[in-house]
């Protein structure tokens, strides 16, 4: 029997969960940044030719959301050694939330609210 078996197995769960929100993040990040070319595309062939800052700031957070996402992984490996350390350590240590984790979430919220209004600012334009 492993000793503090539990415990283990939540901390692997803990950071399977965070690789898994990386590769979202990194993978919304792709797809913005190339769906932002597609629109590119398509709106010089309708001869909308004014579209270069909107595209600039789509490529952006594209690629910034994929530096997010890179360095989600790098901070849960650090989370998921740090806490292994402590489960096996024979005195009981705090293990848990980060400072990290709540930086990454609020540069997460405050993307969030950047591509809302980035979105809103698309379609008045459409209108």
Excluded: C, K
């Excluded at 950071?15 to 993040?25: F, P």
């Excluded at 292994?84 to 990290?100: C, N």
Aim: glycine share 6%; net charge positive.
């Amino acid at each position: 029997m492993i000793p503090n078996f539990s415990d283990h197995s939540a901390n692997e769960r803990t950071y399977l969960a965070w690789v898994r929100t990386a590769i979202s993040v990194m993978a919304f990040g792709f797809l913005l940044e190339r769906f932002d070319i597609f629109l590119l595309f398509t709106t010089r062939a309708s001869e909308h030719v004014a579209e270069g800052l909107r595209t600039r700031a789509s490529q952006w957070l594209g690629l910034g959301l994929l530096l997010v996402g890179a360095l989600m992984i790098v901070g849960a490996t650090l989370r998921f050694y740090r806490n292994r350390r402590a489960i096996e350590s024979a005195t009981p240590a705090m293990y848990g939330d980060s400072w990290v984790a709540r930086a990454m979430a609020v540069l997460l919220v405050l993307m969030a609210i950047f591509l809302t209004g980035y979105v809103a600012r698309q379609i008045a334009a459409l209108s």
